[in-house]
């Protein structure tokens, strides 16, 4: 007699080992597939209030249907998305672009800082014409004659440029 129910109770044991393990694999498959299968609407009820259901409960109406994704990485996250790449070539093509705006650039500032250096030469020039107290001549008259510069031009003539003088490095 012991040995009889021993023995059913073992048979019994293992057919629900097999059903636990049938269930544990089936199941994941029964949720996905019910998943993709069951469509979603967005639905409006008398209030107009948005209710999104599998159907729509009675007294509203069918707005849309909604295409709902599964969750991918099972964290309850969206999967990552894939930016664009970039080919080397492009990259490479960017790289160069880059460059060449950097050394027009410094060529623009090269070019920049010969202009002001020779208009800081020129005003160091003038200025020490102006200082020397030799005759500066400022135009001609009409008989052809030169017109030299008065004392009082040539006092602000040197007040200016000593101001144009105070941007440029000293050397």
Request: net charge positive.
């Amino acid at each position: 007699m012991n040995i009889q129910i021993y023995s059913y109770m073992r048979r019994l044991g293992q057919a629900r080992i097999k059903n636990i393990a049938l269930l544990i694999f089936l199941l994941p498959l029964l949720n996905l597939t019910s998943h993709a299968q069951t469509p979603t609407f967005e639905c409006k009820d008398a209030q107009g209030r948005k209710i999104l259901a599998s159907r729509c409960p009675l007294g509203s109406t069918i707005v849309k249907e909604i295409e709902i994704t599964p969750v991918q990485n099972g964290l309850g996250q969206k999967p990552a998305e894939k930016k664009p790449t970039q080919s080397l070539w492009a990259k490479e093509i960017e790289f160069k672009e880059r460059q060449k705006q950097k050394e027009e650039q410094a060529t623009l500032e090269r070019d920049k800082q010969r202009r002001d250096e020779e208009k800081c030469y020129q005003n160091q020039k003038r200025l020490n014409a102006l200082l020397s107290g030799l005759p500066i001549t400022t135009g001609e008259n009409a008989q052809g004659e030169p017109i030299l510069m008065e004392d009082e031009q040539r006092l602000e003539e040197i007040k200016k440029t000593k101001e144009k003088l105070k941007n440029c490095k000293a050397d």
